[in-house]
T-cell receptor, first 114, second 111 residues
Framework: NAGVTQTPKFRVLKTGQSMTLLCAQD?????MYWYRQDPGMGLRLIHY???????AKGEVPDGYNVSRLKKQNFLLGLESAAPSQTSVYFC?????????????FGPGTRLTVT | GNSVTQMEGPVTLSEEAFLTINCTYT??????LFWYVQYPGEGLQLLLK?????DKGSNKGFEATYRKETTSFHLEKGSVQVSDSAVYFC??????????FGTGTRLKVLA
């Protein structure tokens, strides 16, 4: 199993450009998440999904959109990138509702917006 | 609301020293507790977990005990190695989709 994979690994955007980050998991997990990690701020939840076709907002959703058309994929879109979106983005998944389940993380995407 | 507080770093130790990273939590109900480790340039990976009071999670020489009376889940290792240098995150999950993470503690181990 590849686990959770993310593409791309690195990207540099100019202000106002758009892009999509792809997260894929091969563990048949129900729940998927997008986080951003900034120095000194830990992980902040952007959006999450509790199943195919569903999405919901997390703590910091502004400027991002998501889609989960297939159970194994969770896409994060930036419609008009801003320098404040420079960050490392992590995708994670978990099997479902039971609180004993841990999250499985991808390797991250380092995004720089100039 | 639910929250996790962990000691601020960085923590710098010599090889073979004893490690403690403190973590306390606030949660309704009976959360599950986790420690994740992040090596440079990588994603977070589960180090250990405990799902009920008095459980001890352990892995790779690291241990943490779920203490409900003190709402704590402190991470310990008896003898650290240079390869343990990383950022450590304490986290909880309590009854919803959401995981609550601490801000992370950077550990640097010197040879």
């Amino acid at each position: 199993n590849a686990g959770v994979t993310q593409t791309p690994k690195f990207r540099v955007l100019k202000t106002g450009q758009s892009m999509t980050l792809l997260c894929a998991q091969d563990m048949n997990h129900e729940y998927m998440y997008w986080y951003r990690q900034d120095p000194g701020m830990g992980l902040r939840l952007i959006h999450y999904s509790v199943g195919e076709g569903t999405t919901a907002k997390g703590e910091v959703p502004d400027g991002y959109n998501v889609s989960r058309l297939k159970k194994q994929n969770f896409l994060l879109g930036l419609e008009s990138a801003a320098p404040s979106q420079t960050s490392v983005y992590f995708c994670a998944s978990t099997p479902g509702l039971a609180i004993s389940y841990e999250q499985y993380f991808g390797p991250g995407t380092r995004l720089t917006v100039t | 609301g639910n929250s996790v507080t962990q000691m601020e770093g960085p923590v710098t130790l010599s090889e073979e020293a004893f490690l403690t990273i403190n973590c306390t939590y606030t949660a309704t109900g009976y959360p599950s507790l986790f420690w994740y480790v992040q090596y440079p340039g990588e994603g977070l990976q589960l180090l250990l977990k405990a799902t009920k009071a008095d459980d001890k999670g352990s892995n790779k020489g690291f241990e943490a005990t779920y203490r409900k009376e003190t709402t704590s889940f402190h991470l310990e290792k008896g003898s650290v190695q240079v390869s343990d240098s990383a950022v450590y995150f304490c986290a909880l999950r309590s009854g919803t989709y959401k995981y609550i993470f601490g801000t992370g503690t950077r550990l640097k181990v010197l040879a």
